[in-house]
């Protein structure tokens, strides 16, 4: 692997994005850590609880978070908003089974650069979103 100032890159030579990982599905996070394998993008942490989340993206500082809507404790909408307040450059996508359509208002509102539906998270789909 290609390697630019002691961080993986990517195949356009740009440092890896680092990934932290929200969702209460141990499941479903093994499916986003393939995806984000193949992209060749670093999972720097993962949480099961939107306030695990919130700590997980202090501690870690990563560049994105997969983020689902529906959590134990604070949902994944209000996790956002902290984090997006703590730490405005981090990108987050929300992430559900919900269609657009059907996402509660606030979703829109709560400074998540995406909404992708978990069926729907392909790696194609993640580079063209954060890579753009």
Excluded at 102 to 110: H, R
Excluded at 115 to 128: A, E, I, M
């Amino acid at each position: 692997m290609v390697m630019t100032d002691g961080q993986p890159a990517d195949t356009s030579g740009r440092a890896s994005p680092r990934v932290v990982l929200v969702d209460d599905q141990a499941a479903f996070r093994s499916a986003a850590r393939t995806v984000l394998g193949m992209l060749r993008w670093e999972v720097v942490g993962e949480a099961e609880s939107g306030e695990a989340g919130v700590d997980e993206v202090a501690a870690t500082q990563p560049d994105v978070v997969l983020m689902d809507i529906n959590l134990p404790g604070i949902n994944g909408i209000e996790a956002t908003r902290r984090i997006v307040a703590q730490r405005p450059q981090t990108r987050v996508v929300l992430l559900s089974t919900y269609a657009a359509e059907d996402l509660p208002d606030d979703a829109v509102s709560c400074g998540a650069a995406a909404y992708v539906r978990k069926d729907d998270l392909t790696p194609r789909l993640l580079r063209s979103l954060l890579e753009g």
